[in-house]
């Protein structure tokens, strides 16, 4: 080998090294210097060219030998000025072993202090892509790229490590009238060992945190790319309202103006063949929240304190979602109805009225798919408030519920499992309400054991009034029972039995500040109510110290007939009517009342069409009814007693046929020793006179059959007297004082039975008046004919009225014709009996047959001398024809002897007190009876 040959190639591995150590140097300054430099004016050319961004780079260094670039201080603006992107710092370190591997590798990236500004504009586009397409219109309408094919693995990227600290995320949304901003900061990030193809046993782990104000996020867990799937957990922390109603609004129905959300679950994903998620341990905690019905509402309808949901599960697999616990404090929700009957809450819900379809603001339809099973733990609401506002009646009504608290048992999709429940709750009103049982939603079914106590009555006064004008100042209910529905057929069915009371009651018409109905108690048990088909059953209905005011006002309607309002009382009468029509057919309403038992009840009477207007009380009403029902067969029973004005018995009693049928019901009236001073202002307007005393006693037969009524009332007065006159239109022009003293005994006793008749259901029909007529009527003929009515009362030897007002005498003579002692003997005894009946006895003649028989007389000399019939024809013809003359004085004293004659006789044998006797100034106007007999007539006359 020459001397050429071994230097040469002793220069080889020096020049290697030469080469190497320019190629390190090249390398080196590359490195280090020249790469930073092109970065620098690389990237914000490249953001101006792709983005149309404005971008500067504060400082850029580079580390060939370490693999690592750390850049400071980027900012870029877009087109309008304002920053989009930025960061303090970022370093990239690289991994040259795995690059060796053919890996991508990192050994950190760390980025600090980033800034993105995320706008969503009013087209939904977002300024990221708005900005790329302005910048690049050449590329705006190029097509996607084709997707990888399936098989195809991802490039193998590897980072050991990702760090994010101190970033700040800006979203601003423009799609609403006025533009929100939502600005996350800090917002770090932390993951290890994330790899983009699948490694046996090997995951990323991951942190995230954000905070959006108050409001933060803590994501955390492990991470495989290839194929997807990661486990771990999520707690997003006080999320606001505003940031909810943001993002919902288009979705959700009002408006959200209070609360937060907190929500916390462990979760494991997996993407691949079968896409699998499921969810654990979740907590919900939902916190003063506050809705309106929309933005124009003043207040919020619906604020709780808090809401806790606990061991929330989901499995998108399986389709099942598990909840535990749901708990609600201080709910305080408002509900209002509208006069057209609109519930607020289900306005923003109801189909639209161009479309049918339900209102969804926008949403998407749901996809239908095989139903998710779901199960909730049971539900618990505490110290929760429901305000109830209906404006439908007439009078708006305001219930408030309190203190209000709900628990359930476990419910879930399984909807023909019962579930239990148990409320309660208090009225701000008065009273407290629970329920107890268990229900199925379907098919619907509920057992609930009801208890209610002290609920006050007057708060739910306007419902009543929408059937009834009664104000309600005073009365609560009681009631303890179970109600059973079962909907699982049409129509829904169901029962009640229980009890109930009514206590301190005492209602009034609207308009009126006098008391209509009021009593102690009210109770009823035990209740059986079946819902379809209806039938109410009730054991015992107990009333305790009832009082009723009836009054009759001045313009003849009692207060009682304005209790129903027009239109209730409209449709009672065609429900009648149809049921009447239907003959024996049973009601559609089935009812049965054991007994009713009455404990000291009272009635007041007013009638104000009098002058003085007229009162009267009943009381100590004690008694009872039994077997009340419309079905037949059903026999009622009565009895009831008590007192008239503090003194007069009353007896009530009889049978009661089945109600709204034709069944006979049989009722009898006793009552004693009312004093009649107090019917004073009836006897006034039908009369004319008032009544100064005497007592009543009434004895009352009525009959009735459906609404006929045929009744005997046996009227007997005693002692009456009457008082001072009364100015009347309406009073008999008849002397009623010789009427009342016709009908009255030789005791002061009237006894008189007034039958009567009618329909109920003929308005112009009324029982009172009917007898009070027939009374009137009956004074009216006894003063008018006083010898007819006391020949109808008296019934002495058989004398008829007519036959005793006058009696007959032979003609010319003072003796009585045949029969005529017997009729005064009946006469005397009438007059006997009614010391205060006067009889006027006025002596008359006829002065034809009178004269004759006198004529006749005189020729005889009294019978001494006979007178044969030629001349006795002769003397007739010429005294008719006035050629002879009696004596002037001869009819005259006839006349009068007549009429002291029958004074004797009345006075003397039949001992008729002279008192009761007076004689009339004689007449010459007596008529001649059919017998030829002088008829001389009689007058009464009262004292």
């Given at each position: 080998m020459s001397v050429a040959q071994s230097r040469q190639r002793s220069r080889v591995p020096r020049n290697l090294l030469i080469g190497f150590l320019v190629l390190l140097i090249l390398y080196t300054l590359a490195g280090f210097l020249l790469l930073p430099w092109w970065l620098e004016r690389s990237i914000p050319a490249q953001l101006e060219q792709r983005m149309g961004w404005q971008a500067e780079v504060t400082d850029i260094s580079t580390n060939p030998y370490t693999l690592s670039v750390e850049a400071l201080g980027l900012s870029a603006t877009d087109s309008d000025g304002e920053s989009v992107v930025g960061f303090d710092r970022l370093l990239v370190d690289l991994n040259f072993f795995q690059l060796i591997r053919g890996i991508a590798g990192f050994e950190s990236i760390q980025l600090d202090d980033p800034y993105i500004r995320v706008d969503l504009l009013e087209d939904y586009n977002v300024n990221f892509a708005r900005d790329w397409q302005n910048a690049n219109p050449e590329h705006a309408g190029a097509e996607e790229p084709p997707a990888a094919k399936d098989g195809t693995e991802p490039p193998r990227v590897y980072f050991r490590k990702i760090v994010v600290n101190g970033g700040e995320l800006l979203f601003r949304d423009f799609t609403k009238q006025q533009m929100a901003e939502f600005r996350v900061t800090p917002l770090s990030v932390t993951m290890n060992d994330l790899a983009t193809w699948r490694r046996e046993g090997e995951n990323s782990d991951y942190s995230l945190s954000a905070a959006l104000g108050s409001q933060t996020v803590e994501w955390e867990g492990n991470l495989s790319i290839s194929p997807l799937y990661s486990n771990g957990s999520l707690k997003i922390s006080s999320v606001d309202y505003e940031t909810i109603a943001h993002f919902l609004g288009p979705y959700f129905p009002y408006d959200l103006r209070g609360g937060s959300v907190s929500l916390s679950s462990d979760y494991e994903l997996q993407a691949g063949e079968i896409f699998y998620l499921e969810t654990s341990n979740g907590q919900l905690a939902l916190e003063d929240l506050a809705i309106a019905l929309n933005e124009d509402s003043e207040q919020a309808r619906l604020s709780n304190g808090t809401l806790s949901v606990d061991a929330v599960g989901v499995d998108l697999n399986t389709r099942e979602i598990d909840v535990g616990q749901v708990s609600v404090e201080n709910l305080d929700l408002a509900l209002a109805r509208s006069e057209s009957g609109e519930i607020d809450w289900l306005a923003p819900l109801a189909p639209d009225p161009q479309t049918g379809e339900a209102q969804n603001n926008?949403?998407?339809?749901?996809?239908?798919?095989?139903?998710?099973?779901?199960?909730?733990?049971?539900?618990?609401?505490?110290?929760?408030?429901?305000?109830?506002?209906?404006?439908?009646?007439?009078?708006?009504?305001?219930?408030?519920?309190?203190?209000?608290?709900?628990?359930?048992?476990?419910?879930?999709?399984?909807?023909?499992?019962?579930?239990?429940?148990?409320?309660?709750?208090?009225?701000?009103?008065?009273?407290?309400?629970?329920?107890?049982?268990?229900?199925?939603?379907?098919?619907?079914?509920?057992?609930?054991?009801?208890?209610?106590?002290?609920?006050?009555?007057?708060?739910?006064?306007?419902?009543?009034?929408?059937?009834?004008?009664?104000?309600?100042?005073?009365?609560?209910?009681?009631?303890?029972?179970?109600?059973?529905?079962?909907?699982?057929?049409?129509?829904?069915?169901?029962?009640?039995?229980?009890?109930?009371?009514?206590?301190?009651?005492?209602?009034?018409?609207?308009?009126?500040?006098?008391?209509?109905?009021?009593?102690?108690?009210?109770?009823?048990?035990?209740?059986?109510?079946?819902?379809?088909?209806?039938?109410?059953?009730?054991?015992?209905?107990?009333?305790?110290?009832?009082?009723?005011?009836?009054?009759?006002?001045?313009?003849?309607?009692?207060?009682?007939?304005?209790?129903?309002?027009?239109?209730?009382?409209?449709?009672?009468?065609?429900?009648?009517?149809?049921?009447?029509?239907?003959?024996?057919?049973?009601?559609?309403?089935?009812?049965?009342?054991?007994?009713?038992?009455?404990?000291?009840?009272?009635?007041?009477?007013?009638?104000?069409?009098?002058?003085?207007?007229?009162?009267?009380?009943?009381?100590?009403?004690?008694?009872?009814?039994?077997?009340?029902?419309?079905?037949?067969?059903?026999?009622?029973?009565?009895?009831?007693?008590?007192?008239?004005?503090?003194?007069?018995?009353?007896?009530?009693?009889?049978?009661i046929g089945t109600l709204g049928t034709e069944d006979v019901s049989e009722l009898r009236l006793i009552m004693q020793n009312l004093s009649l001073p107090t019917l004073s202002p009836y006897f006034g307007r039908y009369l004319g006179y008032g009544v100064d005393s005497g007592k009543l006693d009434l004895n009352l037969d009525y009959q009735i059959s459906g609404t006929r009524v045929d009744a005997s009332n046996l009227v007997v007065m005693d002692r009456l007297e009457l008082g001072s006159s009364v100015p009347s239109d309406q009073a008999v022009s008849a002397p009623v004082k010789l009427g009342l003293a016709l009908l009255r005994d030789r005791k002061g006793v009237i006894e008189v039975n007034l039958p009567i008749s009618g329909d109920l259901s003929n308005p112009d029909f009324s029982v009172g008046q009917v007898v009070m007529r027939a009374f009137v009527n009956l004074l009216a003929k006894a003063a008018t004919s006083p010898f007819s009515m006391l020949g109808s009362i008296a019934e002495l030897a058989g004398f008829s009225g007519e036959e005793l007002g006058k009696v007959g005498f032979v003609p010319g003579s003072i003796k009585l014709a045949d029969g005529e002692a017997d009729k005064l003997s009946a006469l005397a005894d009438a007059l006997l009996e009614r010391p205060n009946l006067l009889l006027n006895i006025r002596g008359s003649v006829e002065p034809q047959a009178d004269g004759l028989a006198l004529l006749r007389e005189k020729l005889t000399a009294g019978g001494q001398r006979e007178l044969s019939e030629e001349a006795w024809q002769t003397a007739r013809a010429e005294y008719l024809a006035g050629e002879r003359e009696l004596a002037p004085e001869a009819l005259s004293n006839l006349a009068s002897a007549r009429g002291v004659a029958l004074r004797n006789l009345l006075q003397n044998t039949l001992e008729v007190p002279g008192d009761q006797l007076f004689l009339l100034d004689p007449s010459r106007n007596a008529e001649v009876g059919g017998k030829g007999n002088v008829i001389v007539a009689f007058t009464l006359n009262v004292r």
């Amino acid at each position: 080998m020459s001397v050429a040959q071994s230097r040469q190639r002793s220069r080889v591995p020096r020049n290697l090294l030469i080469g190497f150590l320019v190629l390190l140097i090249l390398y080196t300054l590359a490195g280090f210097l020249l790469l930073p430099w092109w970065l620098e004016r690389s990237i914000p050319a490249q953001l101006e060219q792709r983005m149309g961004w404005q971008a500067e780079v504060t400082d850029i260094s580079t580390n060939p030998y370490t693999l690592s670039v750390e850049a400071l201080g980027l900012s870029a603006t877009d087109s309008d000025g304002e920053s989009v992107v930025g960061f303090d710092r970022l370093l990239v370190d690289l991994n040259f072993f795995q690059l060796i591997r053919g890996i991508a590798g990192f050994e950190s990236i760390q980025l600090d202090d980033p800034y993105i500004r995320v706008d969503l504009l009013e087209d939904y586009n977002v300024n990221f892509a708005r900005d790329w397409q302005n910048a690049n219109p050449e590329h705006a309408g190029a097509e996607e790229p084709p997707a990888a094919k399936d098989g195809t693995e991802p490039p193998r990227v590897y980072f050991r490590k990702i760090v994010v600290n101190g970033g700040e995320l800006l979203f601003r949304d423009f799609t609403k009238q006025q533009m929100a901003e939502f600005r996350v900061t800090p917002l770090s990030v932390t993951m290890n060992d994330l790899a983009t193809w699948r490694r046996e046993g090997e995951n990323s782990d991951y942190s995230l945190s954000a905070a959006l104000g108050s409001q933060t996020v803590e994501w955390e867990g492990n991470l495989s790319i290839s194929p997807l799937y990661s486990n771990g957990s999520l707690k997003i922390s006080s999320v606001d309202y505003e940031t909810i109603a943001h993002f919902l609004g288009p979705y959700f129905p009002y408006d959200l103006r209070g609360g937060s959300v907190s929500l916390s679950s462990d979760y494991e994903l997996q993407a691949g063949e079968i896409f699998y998620l499921e969810t654990s341990n979740g907590q919900l905690a939902l916190e003063d929240l506050a809705i309106a019905l929309n933005e124009d509402s003043e207040q919020a309808r619906l604020s709780n304190g808090t809401l806790s949901v606990d061991a929330v599960g989901v499995d998108l697999n399986t389709r099942e979602i598990d909840v535990g616990q749901v708990s609600v404090e201080n709910l305080d929700l408002a509900l209002a109805r509208s006069e057209s009957g609109e519930i607020d809450w289900l306005a923003p819900l109801a189909p639209d009225p161009q479309t049918g379809e339900a209102q969804n603001n926008g949403a998407e339809p749901a996809v239908a798919g095989e139903p998710f099973r779901w199960s909730v733990a049971g539900v618990t609401l505490s110290d929760g408030s429901v305000l109830w506002q209906d404006n439908q009646p007439e009078n708006p009504v305001e219930l408030v519920l309190e203190q209000l608290s709900v628990s359930t048992g476990a419910i879930s999709h399984q909807l023909e499992e019962p579930v239990t429940y148990k409320v309660q709750a208090t009225l701000a009103s008065g009273g407290q309400l629970s329920l107890t049982g268990q229900l199925t939603p379907s098919p619907f079914t509920l057992e609930a054991a009801i208890s209610g106590a002290g609920l006050e009555l007057a708060a739910f006064e306007p419902y009543v009034q929408q059937a009834a004008n009664l104000d309600i100042t005073s009365g609560s209910l009681g009631v303890d029972g179970n109600l059973d529905l079962d909907g699982q057929q049409d129509p829904l069915t169901g029962t009640f039995s229980g009890t109930a009371e009514v206590a301190g009651l005492n209602v009034r018409l609207p308009d009126s500040s006098e008391r209509l109905v009021s009593w102690q108690t009210l109770r009823l048990a035990p209740i059986e109510y079946n819902v379809y088909p209806a039938r109410l059953e009730i054991g015992t209905v107990t009333l305790a110290q009832p009082v009723i005011n009836v009054v009759r006002n001045a313009d003849s309607v009692h207060n009682v007939e304005r209790i129903f309002r027009s239109s209730s009382t409209g449709e009672q009468k065609e429900s009648a009517s149809s049921q009447q029509e239907g003959g024996d057919s049973e009601p559609e309403f089935i009812f049965r009342i054991g007994q009713l038992m009455l404990e000291d009840g009272a009635l007041a009477y007013t009638d104000r069409t009098l002058q003085p207007a007229f009162t009267t009380s009943f009381d100590e009403l004690n008694g009872s009814i039994t077997g009340l029902s419309n079905i037949s067969p059903q026999e009622g029973k009565v009895s009831i007693n008590g007192r008239v004005d503090g003194g007069a018995d009353l007896d009530f009693e009889g049978t009661i046929g089945t109600l709204g049928t034709e069944d006979v019901s049989e009722l009898r009236l006793i009552m004693q020793n009312l004093s009649l001073p107090t019917l004073s202002p009836y006897f006034g307007r039908y009369l004319g006179y008032g009544v100064d005393s005497g007592k009543l006693d009434l004895n009352l037969d009525y009959q009735i059959s459906g609404t006929r009524v045929d009744a005997s009332n046996l009227v007997v007065m005693d002692r009456l007297e009457l008082g001072s006159s009364v100015p009347s239109d309406q009073a008999v022009s008849a002397p009623v004082k010789l009427g009342l003293a016709l009908l009255r005994d030789r005791k002061g006793v009237i006894e008189v039975n007034l039958p009567i008749s009618g329909d109920l259901s003929n308005p112009d029909f009324s029982v009172g008046q009917v007898v009070m007529r027939a009374f009137v009527n009956l004074l009216a003929k006894a003063a008018t004919s006083p010898f007819s009515m006391l020949g109808s009362i008296a019934e002495l030897a058989g004398f008829s009225g007519e036959e005793l007002g006058k009696v007959g005498f032979v003609p010319g003579s003072i003796k009585l014709a045949d029969g005529e002692a017997d009729k005064l003997s009946a006469l005397a005894d009438a007059l006997l009996e009614r010391p205060n009946l006067l009889l006027n006895i006025r002596g008359s003649v006829e002065p034809q047959a009178d004269g004759l028989a006198l004529l006749r007389e005189k020729l005889t000399a009294g019978g001494q001398r006979e007178l044969s019939e030629e001349a006795w024809q002769t003397a007739r013809a010429e005294y008719l024809a006035g050629e002879r003359e009696l004596a002037p004085e001869a009819l005259s004293n006839l006349a009068s002897a007549r009429g002291v004659a029958l004074r004797n006789l009345l006075q003397n044998t039949l001992e008729v007190p002279g008192d009761q006797l007076f004689l009339l100034d004689p007449s010459r106007n007596a008529e001649v009876g059919g017998k030829g007999n002088v008829i001389v007539a009689f007058t009464l006359n009262v004292r």
